[in-house]
């Protein structure tokens, strides 16, 4: 761990999978905090067999999100385990689960247990729908997530079926909730020394997202529905046809909107009676779509953003991936960092979105094998050797290192 990480010192035991809780955990991780990632002996992290698969250990998928952090396999079912990790939680300053509500505490290993040990721990779940009220035990995965609330309501295209975001978006945001609260949480600690739990849900997730839908029901009552690529509130603001495939404009003010319209030779629409306000605009979108795209379809997407980039109108291509990591300005921000690994090479990673200018984040080392650092962990944290190759020996624990490896 590097001294000018800006959670450096930070003890995270990340007893997460999938998606929601390991995004959590590593956004902690890349910001310097020592995450211990507590995996079941049997197979470790579901993720792990998920996806597109690597060598031994890995699928690309766990490698994305597990990076910087260090794996301990352990039976928490087992008394000794559970007793095991109760000796970890002294030294922690936070735990993280996404188990069923419940889950925990039939271990032994829920908040009021593990806040006795340590009054200042900060103790994090993320669910599916959260920890109270009549659907808290409910399974709950992204997909149904987005349907509950409300997100696959409003996406895609009029008339056609339901459909999801299109990446897992209540998972990641769960998640990037879930590290916030934790890190508000953690400064009340320093400040305090009093812990607290913290609690949030793939469902609250999505519905914070619905910011101008919920706006628009809450003024009217009205149920908003899908738009396709177009704005709720505003015009032109969405993909538009050129020649050769779409490119997205966004002209969602006044300013902006005149700005367009002289970029490409449109002058008369600016004066149109159709057109003039921004809520004349939005009535009318799909004519003035149609409009807009008998221009733009007479030349290629290309031309099209080179001359309006030149006119500082406001508009981009719509890539595939591939496209977006050869994109200059991705590659500027480092956002795709690459990192050398003796097992498996080059590994090509997200960069992290969020700079720091004194105390940046670091992409330092690949997800972990499964119990790779259970010897490791445990060592430097007071267990003796004996005890570690006990623990193995029982099959309580899994290490990949040290003597007594299994």
Known sequence: ?????????????????????????????????????VEKPNGGDDNRRMGPPFIKDWSAGFLALNRNKRSLAVDLRNEVGQAMFKRLVEGADAVVENFRPGVMDRLG??????????????YCSVSGFGNTGPDALKGGFDLVAQGVSGLMSI????????????????????????????????????????????????????????VWESSVYFADEEIPGPLGSA????????????????????????????????????????????????????????????????????DTSSNWLKMLEEARVVAGPIYNMDQVYKDPQVLARKMLVDLEDPDLGTIHNIGIPVKLSVTPGQIRTRAPMLGEHTYEVLLERGFSQAEVDDLVSAEVMFGNQGPGTK
């Not at 959670?7 to 905090?33: E, H, K, N, R, Y």
């Not at 966004?250 to 300013?255: F, L, V």
């Not at 319209?261 to 149109?272: N, S, T, V």
């Open 155 to 210: 996406t895609g295209h009029p008339g056609m079926p339901p459909a999801k975001v299109g990446v897992p978006i209540t998972d990641i945001s769960a998640g990037l909730l879930s590290a916030n609260g934790i890190l508000c949480a953690y400064i009340h600690a320093l400040k305090t020394g009093q812990g607290q739990q913290v609690d949030t849900s793939l469902m609250e997730a999505g519905i914070a997202y619905t």
């Open 231 to 298: 704005h709720r509130v505003s015009a032109p603001y969405q993909a538009l046809r050129t020649s050769d495939g779409y490119l997205n404009i966004g002209a969602a003010t006044q300013p902006t909107w005149e700005q367009l319209c002289r970029a490409i030779g449109l002058e008369a629409l600016i004066d149109d009676p159709r057109f003039i306000l921004p809520g004349d605009r939005k009535a009318r979108e799909d004519e003035l779509a149609a409009l807009l795209e008998e221009t733009f379809t007479t």
């Open 1 to 37: 761990m590097t001294i000018d990480s800006a959670l450096s010192g930070m003890v995270v035991l990340d007893l997460t999978q999938i998606m929601a809780g390991p995004f959590c955990t590593m956004v902690l991780a890349d910001m310097g905090a020592d995450v211990i990632k």
């Open 109 to 122: 290993l829920g908040y009021e247990t593990l806040a006795a040990i340590k009054p200042s721990l900060i």
